[in-house]
């Protein structure tokens, strides 16, 4: 049996490749809307970024080259919440995908924002640090209290029993 092979002119060869390259479309879903397999479509890809005629399809970062939003500067944070502002719901939505955040991601960071401004902290590291260091605090001040009240006792039995001479000098 012997595959048959449907040639393309072209402008339509370019035409998908433009398409694929300025959508979010699949290789797949291009070639479905033009008739052709998924490897003409990537064969075609192929030819037009050799050529520069289209630009280059920007590479979505996977879930491995996504930045965590823990990993993001103050800065960064602030200017996604800007632009975020200013979106309506279905721009925020699509803002959201390619940034790789979430609702809740926004939401933490206007209320650290808004906390920060207000002198409070939201960070759960800070927070964990800061509950440390109150204990810490707490040991330390036991301990000068029980030092405070040995040296106080010592006082009193000096005072009742006078001053002890020290033995230890040798004559």
Known sequence: MRATY????QEVQEA????????????RQVAE????????????????????????????????????TEQRSAEEKLRLLLEARALTEEQ???FLRREGLHDGDLERWRAEALGGLGGQLHNDADRR?????????????KRLREAEALLE???KVQALWG?????????
Do not use: C, M
Not at 33 to 53: D, K, L, M, Y
Not at 129 to 141: C, P, S, V
């Open 6 to 9: 449907q040639r393309f002119p």
């Open 16 to 27: 998908a490749a433009r398409r694929y390259l300025t959508t979010d479309l699949t290789q």
């Open 33 to 68: 809307e033009f008739g052709a397999s998924s490897w003409s479509i990537r064969t075609w890809v192929h030819q037009a970024q050799e050529r520069s005629a289209v630009a280059k399809k920007s590479k979505r970062p996977t879930n491995a080259e996504r930045r965590s």
């Open 92 to 94: 925020l939505g699509e």
């Open 129 to 141: 640090r800061i509950a440390e260091l109150e204990r810490t605090a707490l040991k330390q001040h």
């Open 153 to 155: 006792l010592q006082k």
């Open 163 to 171: 001053e002890k001479e020290d033995d230890t000098t040798e004559d």
